[in-house]
């Protein structure tokens, strides 16, 4: 392979660095100016794009019913082992037979990867854009499947923080 | 002959300057952490107050109520009286300065300088060395290794560039034939700035306040990331604040003198401020406060830009380029003088 040797042999202009300097100094003088790129938090909010991959949520068919059948397939697809599915007879004549009692996701374990919601053959579970969520226990960061139904109904009408942008606080009920 | 008048006066001004001062170093802290964050797409500390004006004073509550730890390992006296070596010549040294056209009150005339010393220019280079002691002290009282470098470099440090810059200034004195920072004002006034006359001076002087002042792109003595902030490491509280503000405090003086020297003081250029009374009076204070924030705002400007000077190249700057450019001045205004005399 070729070798490119790069020399740099200073003319007199640039060994009396003044020059230089001046031309640093207007550099970061125009900077001043510039667009800054602060996102003022909580006041203004980052929205995330399209496919960003944050808190969970399990979506609901039309009437309301949840469409996980807890076959545990993003269970078995999961790499960080966050997900705790247990499933039972559903209590509906018509739909599905199976439905989940307890759908919990560590949300401290999970590592966000998304690969239950390609797993998923029902569409059931998916990744929101909400990413700015806490507590104050870890015991508290465990969402169960109440929670996870409420997240859905709180991103079903479009991105959250497109519509939450003035520094309100957004409910996120991750707690038990 | 000192009546009340003069008196009152003399307390007046003493009071003036010590709170112009302090006015001018909080605006100077807050604005530096703000264009700081400017010139890198950031905000800055905007939160507290209108502007993020008031975190300055969040800073000094802050520090006043930290614990003040002493080492074990400090030689205690020392230790205790190095900020205070530090900060008191950095206050004092403002006294010289004039910083506006006389004022005429009740057919009295009063001198806006808080003390016109016949050798102020000696006065203010021999008490800005006094205040190089306090950082050299505090570098070896602490008794710990970075600190102790950091004061090496100081004390080094002053004797690379003092030179250039005493050589500097003697341009100036050779030219306005005095001491006193009055009469190199008046003779400014009477003619034109300093800086067109001997701008390698005003070249040389600028770069030797940058190290007298300890800031970037010459902070070696401080250089947080080799000596986790040099002289001051070991210092917390209100003693790390009293080196704060000494440093900003030496900003403003090291401007203030910039513009005395080199840039006509208070004059106002094309403008008879004499003509205009006691309004010229006020015209004149903010020209010269003007000028000082416009240096101050290029220390701020030049710390954000450049990098810092590894410690053989500030040597090899002092010794072979500045000092040999200062003795070149003061013979080439010798030789104009005595040409044109």
Known sequence: MATVVKTYEPR?????????????????LGRIFRRKDTIRYPEERHVPPQGYRGLHRLNKHED?????????????????????????????????????????IDLLRCIYCGFCEIAC????????????????????LVIDMDGLLKVYDLTKDGNVYERHNRGEIIEVPITR | MMDTFDLLAILIKVVAVFAIILVLIIASIIAERRVAGFMQYRLGPNRVGPLGFFQPFADALKFLLKEDIIPDQVNRPLYLLAPVITMIPAFMTFAVIPFGAPLEIAGRTVALQV???????????????????????????????????????????????????????????????????????????????????????????????????????FD?????????????????????????????????????FMVCLFFGGWDIPFVDEAALGNLGVILSVLAFFAKVVGFLFLYILVRWTLPRFRYDQLMRLG???????????????????????
């Open chain 2, 115 to 217: 003390a016109d010393l016949n050798i102020g220019v000696l006065y203010i280079l021999a008490l800005t060395s006094v205040g190089v002691y306090g950082l050299v002290l505090a570098g070896w009282s602490s008794g710990s290794k970075y600190p102790l470098l950091g004061g090496l470099r100081s004390s080094a440090q002053l004797i690379s560039y003092e030179l250039a810059m005493g050589l500097a200034i003697i341009g100036i004195i050779m030219i306005s034939g005095g001491l006193t920072l009055t009469e190199i004002v008046a003779h400014q006034q009477a003619t034109s700035w300093n800086f067109w006359k001997q701008p390698l001076a005003a070249l040389i002087f600028l770069v030797a306040m940058y190290a007298e002042t300890n800031r970037l792109p």
């Open chain 2, 220 to 256: 070696l003595t401080e250089a947080e990331q080799e000596l986790v902030g040099g002289y001051h490491t070991e210092y917390s509280s209100f003693k790390f604040m009293m080196f704060f503000m000494s440093e900003y405090s030496n900003m403003i003086t090291a401007s203030a």
């Open chain 1, 12 to 28: 007199f202009w640039d060994r009396i660095y003044i020059v230089a300097i001046a031309q640093g100094l207007l550099i970061t």
């Open chain 1, 121 to 140: 053959p029902k569409d059931a579970i998916e990744l929101t854009e909400i990413y700015d969520f806490s507590a104050y226990a870890r015991d508290d």
């Open chain 1, 64 to 104: 309301g019913r949840i469409k996980c059948v807890a076959c545990e397939m993003c269970q078995t697809a999961c790499p960080a082992h966050c997900i705790d599915i247990e499933p039972s007879a559903a209590p509906w004549e018509e739909g599905e037979e199976r439905y989940p009692v307890k759908f919990d």
């Open chain 2, 319 to 341: 010794w072979k380029v500045l000092l040999p450019l200062g003795l070149l001045n003061v013979f080439v205004v010798g030789l104009w003088m005595a040409v044109t005399a």
